[in-house]
């Protein structure tokens, strides 16, 4: 689907809606998700009054968009719940993290790594609409850092340092000290290069799956640790943050959910019920949810997903 132009007044916007344009037709959760954000964004930026012509003209179109693709995927969980859809993005943007920082340490630089990073901040940025945790935030310093960092030494020749800032302070340039002409044409020259290259062709690299849309069934039942899609809510307006300044990425920790009262369930064992592959990945997906859902303290959701991986394990069915 065509979108008017972005208007000059909300020009911050317009990452997220070429994110969404690049992934609409291979992951519909991204793109149902960063127009979302793009919608919040522009609110914020525009109070309500004080919106001209265009800016109207676009935001109806989004709105639009937003509402035909949720009825369209009443039953892609990465569309209608807000805690799946935190997860299932943030896993790609972790995913897409390690790659970039992976390629990083074993100094191969190239464009795809630029995109890589660039990517990986976009999807950060997405994210700031479920609220980001401390971890995420440097993450996304980091990547935006490095993908302006890695462009500007293969511009002018130089070899980049691999690592993180702290490593070697002395010889990085933080891209705060680039000049708002240079940040300008640092992503001129990306978006360029995304289109002459085609938009997915580092995701591809990586085994990105495809979360495309629809209405027959859950669009993750064959995924298991990749990203699946998750949920959707009116537009309203979040808080959103300001860039922040250089940091040493910290390596990801992952914090295993500890419920608060021991729950003792009957075994699958005792039911008799052995459930298959797809139905142990169903219930993973849901431990997952849960423990998305906790992050963001959302205990009721965390309980009822948490309820579904147990009656699909022991009953192969979420109630």
């Known amino acids: ?16 809606l070429k994110l969404a344009d690049e992934h609409e037709s291979r992951n519909i959760v991204v793109a149902y998700w960063a127009r979302m954000a793009a919608c919040r964004l522009a609110l914020k ?3 309500p009054g ?13 709105l639009d968009w937003l509402e035909q693709t949720k009825r369209a995927n009443s039953e892609n969980e990465g569309i209608t719940q807000e805690p799946a859809a935190a997860a299932i993005i943030e896993e790609y943007a972790l995913q897409l993290f390690d790659h970039g920082d992976q390629q990083d340490r074993a100094e ?11 990517t990986c901040g976009m999807l950060m940025d997405c994210l700031e609409q479920f609220g980001l945790s401390e971890d995420i935030t440097e993450k996304r310093r980091y990547a935006k850092w490095k993908a302006a960092y890695i462009h500007n030494c293969l511009k002018t020749g130089d070899r980049p340092i691999p690592g993180n800032p702290g490593e070697h302070e002395d010889n990085i340039m933080h891209i705060s000290e680039l000049t708002d002409e240079e940040k300008a044409k640092f992503k001129e020259d990306l978006e360029k290069e995304r289109t002459k290259d085609g938009a997915n062709d580092n995701l591809g690299l990586l085994g990105i799956p495809n979360f495309g849309s629809t209405t027959s069934e859950t669009p993750d039942d064959n995924i298991v640790p990749n990203p699946a899609p998750a949920p959707a809510s009116t537009p309203t307006t ?14 990801p920790v992952i914090t295993p959910f500890q419920p608060a009262t021991p729950v ?24 997952k949810y ?14 009822e997903n948490l309820q579904k991986a ?6 192969g069915k979420e109630a």
Do not use: R, W
């Open 1 to 16: 689907m065509g979108f008017p132009p972005v208007p000059v007044e909300i020009k911050p916007v317009a990452h997220l």
């Open 45 to 47: 930026i525009l109070p």
């Open 50 to 62: 004080k919106k001209p012509p265009q800016v109207s003209e676009l935001l109806t179109a989004l």
């Open 108 to 118: 191969i630089y190239n464009k795809n790594t630029v995109k890589t990073f660039y």
């Open 238 to 251: 979040p808080s959103i943050q300001p860039q922040p300044t250089p940091f040493v990425p910290p390596q």
């Open 264 to 287: 003792t369930p009957t075994t699958p064992s005792a039911t008799g019920y052995a459930p298959d592959p797809a139905q142990i990945q169903k219930a993973q997906k849901f431990c």
């Open 290 to 303: 849960a423990t998305s859902a906790l992050n963001y303290d959302d205990v009721k959701t965390a309980v």
């Open 310 to 315: 147990l009656n699909m394990l022991q009953f």
